[in-house]
């Protein structure tokens, strides 16, 4: 039987007269060794590493000499909708390149995060139970890939996390995940900004037309109808092989790792189809494409040709050593999540189909 992990939620803190980009990696233990694998990615530019294969935390990968390109080192995207997907990861950061941040996306997030009355705060997250008007323990549930398997995928994730936050211009607003909440969304069956509390029936088993505050929480038997369901779906899913296809900048303020499917493969696509057929009555607002947020900008304000210039360099520097690193989960995680954007809550461990497969 899957445990069930319960986490505590960290807090951002405060350092007057610091960048609050930079402050918020300067106080993590990890701040050497992030910034170290940062720069040894960026002063190596003349070495273009062979995808790197992380299956069960293991790292294989066989540098070749010869100058960086955008060429995918793998072959690239094979299906028609893992090209599709490079595609909108393309246009996502050539829309960040093009416009700056996007104000119209950042500024309804805000209310959602603590810190950003202070020049000298660094914003975090509100749980859920903070919001005004509050949402209870178990509204939000949603099924993701973690990347907490694999060091060397969190070793990526948090140095590329770190080489962009020190491009940031001074006073930006950034909330940076952390290590540990890495993860790829697969489906929500509640969303905090929808919550149904029985997602088989095709209403959501609510009034539709009551503020989500007022919605009704689910009952045991019904979580438990809906854990059931999730389990034997993951059960049936086979791994999916990730690749990492592009690092983006998104103009809503988040920083992104984007993956596709390797080859012909489509066992995350399949597993959203048999969830959607599942819980007809899941939330409407679901992920579209495979993505693992590595931060937030939380201010709305532009950040300036010269700052996207650089960061968007930084992305795409990023892009072309990392892509087609390949990523082989062995479990899902069921969430019932407590704060907003984290994965932070009761999370069910489930295992994949074939997860014991070499």
Not at 317 to 333: F, M, Q, S, V
Not at 340 to 345: A, E, K, L, P
Request: hydrophobic share 40%.
């Amino acid at each position: 039987m899957p445990r069930n992990v319960k986490l505590r939620s960290a807090r951002g803190l405060r350092m007057p007269g610091l960048n609050v980009a930079t402050g918020l990696v300067a106080a993590a233990a990890t701040v050497g060794a992030l910034l170290v694998a940062s720069k040894w990615f960026l002063r190596n530019t003349s070495i273009r590493p062979k995808p790197v294969v992380i299956a069960g935390g293991q790292q294989h990968q066989a540098p070749v000499d010869g100058p960086a390109t955008d060429a995918p080192p793998d072959g690239g995207p094979v299906s028609q909708e893992a090209r599709q997907l490079a595609a909108l990861y393309g246009k996502m950061a050539d829309d960040f390149a093009a416009q700056d941040l996007n104000h119209a996306a950042i500024e309804p997030l805000k209310s959602w995060f603590h810190g950003l009355e202070s020049p000298s705060d660094t914003p975090w997250p509100k749980k859920y139970t903070e919001l005004d008007p509050p949402l209870q323990f178990g509204a939000i549930r949603l099924l993701v890939v973690p990347l907490d398997d694999s060091p060397a995928v969190l070793r990526i994730a948090a140095a590329v996390t770190a080489d962009v936050m020190r491009r940031l211009p001074q006073g930006t607003k950034v909330f940076a995940n952390a290590r540990g909440n890495y993860h790829c969304t697969v489906f929500h069956t509640s969303q905090p900004t929808d919550p149904r509390p029985d997602p088989t029936r095709p209403d959501g088993g609510t009034d539709l037309s009551l503020a989500p505050h007022l919605r009704r929480l689910p009952t045991a038997a019904e979580w438990e109808r809906e854990l059931e369901a999730v389990r034997r779906l993951v059960a049936e899913t086979p791994v999916p092989v990730l690749r990492l296809e592009r690092v983006v900048q998104a103009s809503s303020g988040v920083l992104l790792l984007t993956w596709t499917e390797v080859g012909e493969g489509a066992a995350i696509s399949g597993l959203r189809h048999r969830l959607r057929e599942t819980f007809p009555g899941a939330s409407t607002k679901q992920a579209t494409i495979i993505h693992s947020s590595l931060l937030r900008i939380v201010s709305s304000e532009p950040l300036g040709r010269a700052a996207v210039e650089e960061v968007s360099a930084a992305c795409q520097r990023w892009t072309e050593r990392l892509r087609g690193t390949l990523y082989r989960p062995k479990t899902l995680w069921f969430i019932r999540e407590t704060e907003f954007s984290t994965v932070v809550g009761d999370r069910e461990v489930l295992t994949l189909a074939d997860a014991s497969a070499p």
